[in-house]
Structure formats: C-alpha cells, structure tokens
C-alpha cells in the first residue's frame, strides 16, 4: 500500500474535463514538489507535468497540475481517445527517505 | 537527444543471478544519477534504488536494501541493476530513468528507458 493515494479509475467522453487526485502527507507532498507521469499502454512512464505545475516542452496545454497542502491534482481538458493511459503522481518522502509513486490512476475515455 | 536503451528481456530460474544493465547517451551520463523503478505485472511502479555515476554513489528504498544492487560503469555510460539469488516474485518490469536535478528533494525522472522485463520460473 503506497504512502501517496490515488484513485485507482477515472473517466470521461471525448472534450469533457477530467480530474486525478494525489493525496500524501507533510513527509512528502506536504513539503516537496510533486511530479505526474504518463503510461500509455504497453510502453514506459513519460514525464507529464514537474515541480506540481510545469510542463516538459512537447506536453500539450490540456495537461495541467496543481497542488494545496498535502493533496495535488492532474487535469486533462478537452480529453482525447489519445490520453487512456495510466497516470502515477511521485513525491519525495523523508520518512522513505526517497521517492513514492501514487498506486496510479487508469484514465479510460467513454 | 537523451536516450537510455536497456538491454533485453531475460528469462531465468529461482536461484540464478541476474545483471541488467542501461545505457545512456546524449547527455553528459557521470553526472546525473540513474534510478530503477519496478514494476510488478498490473501493478503500480516503485523506487527500487540509485546510482550516481561519477562516484558510485548509492541510495535504495528500505524495501529493497539488501534485496538488488545498483552500480554503473561511467567509462561505458552504463548502469546496472544486478540480483545474486531471484525469486518468482521478482518476475516484473524494470525501468531506469536518468534524475534531472543536484537535489534529490526537488528533481524528477526524466527521460526512462524502454524496461527490461525479468521472468523468473522453475
């Protein structure tokens, strides 16, 4: 069981808006940067979003994190078929004394 | 471009040793730590440990201390992920990432490897 909890399933149609949650504690989101990956089907995780809010060159603008106490989001606006994938949030711990993963959130597209 | 390529999927037996390896290139690869993250099938992933190329240096989770080694060869940019005894249970997907930051508190994996998937079997 990770110390960082993410819902296991979320989903929406085509253009609607979908939110993940990430929530951890003042060991680890609480105190540190929070960074999202993307696992598309079948492949290794790619870097979507770092330091909670930044996006890597190439990432389109539908992707976008936030981040309030010990609790950060991922937001995918206008959701494409393209986006089903798996998304982790990951945090340094202090109490781990390295990085957790969130358990990973599977986004299906209706 | 950044690259990590890691070498192919092994099959092996519950006692056998096992040294996979990830090679990096266009990046200077002594000076950014290396990471391996598990991934067990259908499962979430998991820091497993560190290495820093330039020095050797490692860290590794509590839950993996003792259980794998890292280690990497800078003059072949190259890094290591190495088991003296395997288990069924360690039959997963592994991946390597090079860590983009001197700070381990505020950095992130960026770009990872194509995984090296183990299958340990009697």
């Known amino acids: 069981q990770s110390v960082v909890t993410q819902p296991p399933s979320a989903s929406g149609t085509p253009g609607q808006r979908v939110t993940v949650s990430c929530s951890g504690s003042s060991s680890n989101i609480g105190s540190y940067s929070v960074n999202w990956y993307q696992q598309l089907p079948g492949t290794a995780p790619k870097l979507l979003i770092y330091n909670d809010n930044q996006r890597p060159s190439g990432v389109p603008d539908r992707f976008s994190g936030s981040k309030s106490g010990t609790s950060a989001s991922l937001a995918i606006s206008g959701l494409q078929s393209e986006d089903e994938a798996d998304y982790y949030c990951a945090a340094w711990d202090d109490s781990l004394s390295g990085w957790v993963f969130g358990g990973g959130t599977k986004v299906t597209v209706l | 471009e950044v690259q990590l390529v890691q070498s192919g999927a092994e099959v092996k037996k519950p006692g056998e040793s096992l040294k996979i390896s990830c090679k990096g290139s266009?990046?200077?690869?002594?000076?950014?730590?290396i990471g391996w993250v598990r991934q067990m099938p259908g499962k979430g992933l998991e820091w497993m440990g560190i290495?820093?190329?330039?020095?050797?240096?490692?860290r590794y989770s509590p839950s993996f201390e003792g259980q794998v080694t890292v280690s990497a060869d800078k003059s072949i940019s190259t890094a290591y992920l190495q088991w003296s005894s395997l288990k069924a249970s360690d039959t997963a997907m592994y991946y390597c990432?090079?860590?983009?930051?001197?700070?381990?508190?505020?950095?992130?994996?960026?770009?990872w490897g194509q995984g090296t998937l183990v299958t340990v079997s009697s």
């Open positions: 290495v820093f190329p330039i020095n050797s240096n490692t």
């Open positions: 990432a090079r860590f983009n930051s001197p700070a381990f508190q505020g950095g992130r994996f960026d770009p």
């Open positions: 266009g990046y200077d690869f002594p000076g950014y730590w």
